[in-house]
């Protein structure tokens, strides 16, 4: 073994044994039935709202990309121009993503109408 | 969201080194603190970042040279030219003025968000008060520059309606226009926010199912999300100042001619 994998195995070991840390924290298990029905409901709506904003900002992202992409195969010229401008209208299809997953968030961490 | 938190080290050290004296201060402008830490771990994080990064410049300038740069050196010059480069490239060859605010949020972000990859520290990006903070400072620079660049009367003139449109569809146009500066600090800080937060959750979560190589892939897309997010945050604010800055001309044929060789999306 040359030195440089002994030093990386080493690093993932640390890394492994902070995780276990990490995962004796969790908080204690609350039985389902603790919950009222507005938590729950809000829980399902989490997760559908993401998988609907993800499927749909993924639709978007792949004309995006097939589109620079085709761009790219008959004008290799300007791929540079092409690569710009496909980055930034990626990440302004991504960001509603986000707000998706934010709203997801506060779904699941912040329970709504103070529930 | 207070329990995915777990202590950190520097922030307890911090907060027994300075949280007597920072709630004292605090007690005394009237405000009563709440929580265990009166410095939260995000302002710990930051502080981090300001001190390494003043660190970093005092350190490269005391070995400036031009006869033989440093690799450090080579490194940093590379980057702020490519800042620079954008710069012009956007707002024209007058964009370089904006440089020394756009390059710092750059690499203070770029930073931050790379910050939550080291065991022991988190991202301070991934909380909600530190991007807002950026947004806002973006937000308030870019309409003063717009004022200082077309004076008061020019800028505000420029909300009411696009050159060469017609006066009375700025009833229209004036609201829209509004909501849509009003969104661009909502989705400049929320963009970044939930990017951060988002790695870091999925890190976790990974973490705590299988403790072992198998988050490493998901550090390394981190790493890729990180540099984009950051030169995404600086692009964007890039373009906000395009759109507040530019000069219209008034001439019919070079109605459209905007100073920069590039056209600002429309969506932001």
């Known amino acids: 073994m040359s030195k440089r994998s002994v030093l990386t195995l080493a690093v993932m070991v640390i890394a492994g044994a902070s995780a276990s840390v990490f995962a004796q924290q969790a908080p204690a298990v609350v039985p389902a039935a603790a919950y009222p029905d507005m938590v729950r409901w809000s829980i399902i709506t989490a997760g559908f709202a993401l998988g609907i904003g993800a499927g749909l900002a993924a639709l978007g992202q792949g004309r995006a990309v097939a589109a620079a992409a085709e761009g790219i195969a008959r004008n290799p010229g300007a791929a540079g121009d092409i690569r710009g401008v496909l980055l930034l209208g990626l990440v302004l299809i991504e960001s509603l993503a986000i707000y998706v997953f934010v709203i997801s968030l506060i779904l699941l961490f912040l329970v709504p109408l103070g529930s | ?268």
């Open chain 2, 1 to 268: 969201m207070e329990k995915l938190e777990h202590p950190l080290w520097i922030v307890q050290l911090v907060n027994a080194l300075l949280g007597a004296l920072v709630r004292r201060a605090g007690e005394a402008m009237g405000y009563h603190f709440t929580g265990h830490d009166v410095i939260p771990a995000y302002m710990v994080m930051v502080l981090l970042i300001v001190v390494f990064i003043t660190a970093l410049c005092v350190f490269v300038r005391s070995r400036l040279s031009v006869e033989n740069p440093g690799t450090l050196q080579i490194i940093l010059e590379d980057g702020l030219g490519a800042v620079r480069g954008l710069l012009d490239e956007w707002i024209g060859p007058k964009g370089h003025q904006y440089l020394p605010l756009v390059a710092t949020l750059g690499l203070f972000i770029l930073l931050g968000n790379y910050m939550g990859l080291i065991p022991g520290l988190m991202s301070p990006t991934s909380s909600i008060n530190v991007t807002l903070g950026c947004a806002i400072t973006i937000w308030v620079y870019y309409h003063y520059q717009g004022i200082r660049a077309q004076g008061i009367v020019g800028y505000v003139k420029h909300f009411w309606a696009p050159p060469g449109a017609p006066w009375l569809i700025g009833f229209v146009y004036f609201p829209i226009e509004i909501i849509s500066h009003a969104a661009r600090v909502m989705s400049l800080s929320l963009r970044l926010f939930g990017n951060i937060f988002g790695e870091e959750l999925v890190i976790l979560v990974l973490f705590s199912l299988v403790p072992f190589l198998v988050p490493l892939p998901m550090m390394l897309l981190g790493l890729v999300t990180g540099l984009l997010q950051a030169f995404i945050f600086m692009l964007l604010s890039i373009i906000y100042l395009q759109g507040a800055v530019a000069v219209e001309h008034h001439e019919g044929e070079h109605g459209h001619d905007a100073p920069s060789g590039r056209q600002a999306p429309a969506a932001a």
